[in-house]
C-alpha cells in the first residue's frame, strides 16, 4: 500500500487479517486515527499478523496516529513517520494496545517524528521492544503527559530519543527488563510546573548515560531497582 492521499474520516487505513504488508509514503489527513491494525474486542479465532512495516508516511490525526489492537504479532516496524496528533485527553502518536494473554515481539520503533498527543507512544504488555531515534514533541500548555509510556513487559530498548515539553519523559510500570539509554529529555518551554523526567514503577534494568533538563525530578523511581 503506497503513495495514497486519504482526508476525513475515522481510520484512513484498516487492517485486518493482513500479513506480510507494508505501508509506506502515504499521506492521511484530518482523520480520527491515521492507521489501525487489529480489532478489538478481539476476535474469538484470531489471525496472527506477521511482519507489518508502516513507514514513511505523513499523518494528521485527531485522536491517533498508528494503532496495533489485540492480535498476536511478530515483527513490527515503524519507521520513519511523520506524526501530528491533537493536543487533547486520549490521544497518542503510537499506541499498542493488548491484553495480558497476546503475544508482541521483535518490535521497532524507529526514526519517526510525533508532535501533540497526550501520549507520544504508549505500548501494554510487550515481550520485546525496540524505540530508537524518534524525537516527540509535546504541547506547551502541558496537556501532553508521557513522552514515552510502557506498562506490564519484559524486554524493552529505549535509546537515543529526543522528549521535549511532556510532563514525564519515560515511564515505566512493572518492565522487568528495560534498558534507558542516551536520551535526550527537556521541558524548557513548557508553561506550567514539570514532572519527572524518567519515572520507574515496580521496574528493574538500567538508566544510563541520559540527558535530563528542567523536570522538577530527574529520576524517580517507585519500588524500582534498575541500575543508575
Known amino acids: 500500500m503506497d503513495s495514497c492521499l ?10 485486518r487479517g493482513v500479513n506480510n504488508l507494508v505501508i509506506s509514503n502515504n499521506n492521511l489527513s484530518q482523520v480520527v486515527t491515521g492507521i489501525t491494525v487489529g480489532e478489538k474486542p478481539r476476535p474469538p479465532e484470531e489471525i496472527a ?6 513507514r514513511n508516511n505523513i499523518i494528521q490525526a485527531e485522536r491517533t496516529g498508528i494503532i496495533f489492537y489485540e492480535n498476536s504479532y511478530t515483527t513490527i516496524s515503524i519507521k520513519s513517520n511523520e506524526l501530528l496528533i491533537s493536543a487533547a485527553d486520549s490521544t497518542t502518536g503510537i499506541s499498542i494496545d493488548f491484553s495480558t494473554d497476546v503475544i508482541l515481539q521483535n518490535t521497532v ?5 510525533i508532535t501533540g498527543g497526550e501520549i507520544g507512544i504508549g505500548i501494554t504488555n510487550n515481550t520485546d521492544v525496540g524505540i530508537s531515534g524518534n524525537v516527540l514533541t509535546g504541547d ?12 506490564n513487559g519484559s524486554e524493552a530498548f529505549i535509546s537515543n530519543n529526543s522528549i521535549i515539553n511532556f510532563l514525564t519523559g519515560i515511564s515505566l510500570n512493572m518492565v522487568s527488563n528495560p534498558v ?16 519527572s523526567g524518567i519515572l ?6 538500567q538508566i544510563r548515560k541520559n540527558t535530563i533538563q528542567h ?12 541500575s543508575v
Open 140 to 151: 506547551v500548555n502541558g496537556s501532553s503527559t508521557f513522552g514515552i509510556f510502557i506498562s
Open 6 to 15: 486519504i482526508a476525513n474520516g475515522n481510520s484512513g487505513i484498516l487492517i
Open 200 to 205: 520507574s514503577v515496580s521496574s528493574n534494568g
Open 109 to 113: 520503533i524507529k526514526g519517526n517524528d
Open 215 to 226: 523536570h522538577l525530578n530527574g529520576i524517580e523511581l517507585g519500588s524500582s531497582s534498575p
Open 180 to 195: 534507558i539509554v542516551e536520551n535526550s529529555i527537556s521541558a524548557i518551554n513548557l508553561t506550567v510546573e514539570p514532572y
Open 49 to 54: 499478523l506477521n511482519q507489518i512495516s508502516i
